[in-house]
Every structure is written in structure tokens, then in C-alpha cells.
């Protein structure tokens, strides 16, 4: 593998997935040799994924997968509380045709998901298109895609919340009254529904708790 574009994929899906451990040291001369690429390219790949936050470049320490920001976290949870608030309200008032049919398949798909064996990564996938949906029902798939861009912290943030099965249950609970909402035109359960979804595991201690090391200090 020699393309730039593909080796950043690589590295960022493994960052993402936690395969690449927060603190995680990434050798210049490891990583030239497992995706046979010299170092010029290789460090133009490591500099952009430092300029997304996925790396920190130490001029001692060397590169280093970077610690998960609980700040960036706290603010990417409130600029998808702000938008979904929103956006559920609006659909409320008018959901497209197919968007009840579309949520409801993709909550089945959930249900099947949490009785997997490794049921997290399945999850994940399908909480992920639930919001996404909503977004495009909404006719807001632009600001999905742009908050795409800056979700590395928050995405192994919520990796690491799901491992806790009870969790997936009462996400999925909570997208199921979403979606009663939506279908009932009750706008007023909005607000309070989609902030404890959204905000509820940002002051528990389960991260500090279990995954300190993971953690920007």
C-alpha cells in the first residue's frame, strides 16, 4: 500500500476503532516499513493526521496517537444537541414519507445488533445511521457531514461508553421515543429527551474509572 490517501484511511480507522490505543507511539521507521512507503510521503500523511487531531507530534517524544479530549468531547455533544433539537422539532412537524419506515428499519437493525456477541462495533454503526437519518430526513446532511470532520475524540468516547451492554439498550430505548415523538407531533418532549441522550455520560465517571490512561490530562 504506497497511496497516501489510503495509508491516512487505514491509520484513522484504526485510531478510531481504539485499535490504535490513545498514546499509542507511531515509529516513522514501523510505518514505513509495514505500508512500504518512504518517509517524506509518509510524514506528509502524519502531519495531516495531526492537523485532524488524530496524532500529536512531540519533536522528542515522536508521534503519538492522540489522548481522547474530554473538552472537545463536551463540545461536540453540545453542538449536536443544539442541531438535533432542531431538527427532531422540525420533523415533528413534517416527516418525508419514507422516514418513518427508514427509522423503524434501522431501530430493528439495532434490536439485532445488541444481542450480537460483540454487539458494540455493530451498534455503533446503526446508532450512527439512526442520526444520520434524521439529519437527512431533515434536509440538514451537509451538517452531518461537516461535524464528521472534527468527531475523533467523540467517537471513541462513545466507543468506549458502548461496551457497557446496558448502554446499547437505553440508546436504543431512547431513539425509540424519538421516533414516538416525531410520529405523535409531540414537540415538547424534544428538548429534555435529546439533552439526556446526548449529555448524560459526559459527567459519569466511567471513563475516569476504567479508561484513565485513555485520557488527555
Known amino acids: 500500500m504506497s497511496n497516501k490517501a489510503e495509508i491516512m484511511q487505514q491509520l484513522k480507522s484504526e485510531i478510531l476503532a481504539l485499535h490504535l490505543k490513545p498514546g499509542t507511539i507511531l515509529s516513522e521507521t514501523a510505518l514505513s516499513e509495514r505500508f512500504q512507503i518512504s518517509r517524506t510521503p509518509l510524514r506528509d500523511v502524519l502531519k495531516q493526521l495531526a492537523l485532524e487531531n ?11 496517537v492522540s489522548f481522547i479530549d474530554l473538552d472537545s468531547v463536551e ?7 443544539t442541531l438535533e433539537k432542531e431538527i427532531i422539532k422540525d420533523l415533528a412537524v ?19 445488533a445488541v444481542q ?6 455493530a451498534f455503533l454503526t446503526w446508532d450512527d445511521a439512526f442520526h444520520k ?3 437527512t430526513l431533515a434536509g440538514r446532511e ?4 461537516l461535524i464528521q470532520q472534527y468527531n475523533v475524540h467523540y467517537i471513541r468516547y462513545r466507543r468506549l461508553h458502548l461496551l457497557k451492554r446496558e448502554k446499547l439498550e437505553e ?3 431512547e431513539h425509540q421515543l424519538m421516533l414516538e415523538c416525531i410520529t405523535n407531533h ?3 418532549s424534544i428538548e429534555e429527551l435529546v439533552h439526556h441522550h446526548l449529555h448524560e455520560d459526559i459527567n459519569a465517571r466511567y471513563l475516569q474509572e476504567n479508561f484513565a490512561d485513555y485520557i488527555k490530562k
Open 75 to 81: 463540545q461536540m455533544i453540545y453542538l449536536r444537541s
Open 171 to 173: 440508546i436504543r430505548e
Open 142 to 145: 451537509f451538517l452531518w457531514n
Open 116 to 121: 450480537r456477541e460483540n454487539a458494540h462495533e
Open 54 to 64: 488524530y496524532i500529536d507530534i512531540y519533536p522528542k517524544k515522536g508521534n503519538l
Open 186 to 188: 409531540n414537540q415538547e
Open 94 to 112: 413534517q416527516m418525508p414519507l419514507r422516514g418513518t419506515l427508514e427509522l423503524t428499519q434501522i431501530l430493528d437493525k439495532q434490536q439485532e
Open 133 to 135: 437519518a434524521l439529519f
